[in-house]
């Protein structure tokens, strides 16, 4: 069974932090890059950071210095901790297989989880 599964988002403070996490099951997890997408209302769902098997990470500039992805290969978790959150990273948050692999594909359409919600506003 395919299944990822997201969980941490809310609503916080600008200059807030907030933890993400995302348990994915075996056969979407397996040796694959993963990652970190958002999107924000009327735009594009774009990836935000991005980490290997062997924990290389890769993160949008948008991100960087603020944002740790981080995985466990033996428990199948991807997460995301947020530091010094802006409003513009309000979004609703994915994990999935990042590229150059590609994202499972149930009945011939990608594979996404629910997603979960961060809102930053004062």
Known sequence: ???LVESGGGLVQP????????AASRNV????????YRQAPGKQRELVAAITIWGKTNYADSVK??????????????DLQMNSLKPEDTAVYYCNVAPPNTIVLI???EYWGQGTQVTVSS
Not at 29 to 36: A, E, I, K, S
Not at 65 to 78: E, L, M, P, Q
């Open 15 to 22: 200059g807030g932090s907030l933890r993400l996490s995302c």
């Open 107 to 109: 009945g011939g359409r």
């Open 29 to 36: 997890f397996g040796f694959n890059p993963m990652g970190w």
């Open 65 to 78: 210095g603020r944002f740790t992805i981080s995985r466990d290969n033996a428990k199948y978790t991807v």
């Open 1 to 3: 069974q395919v299944q």
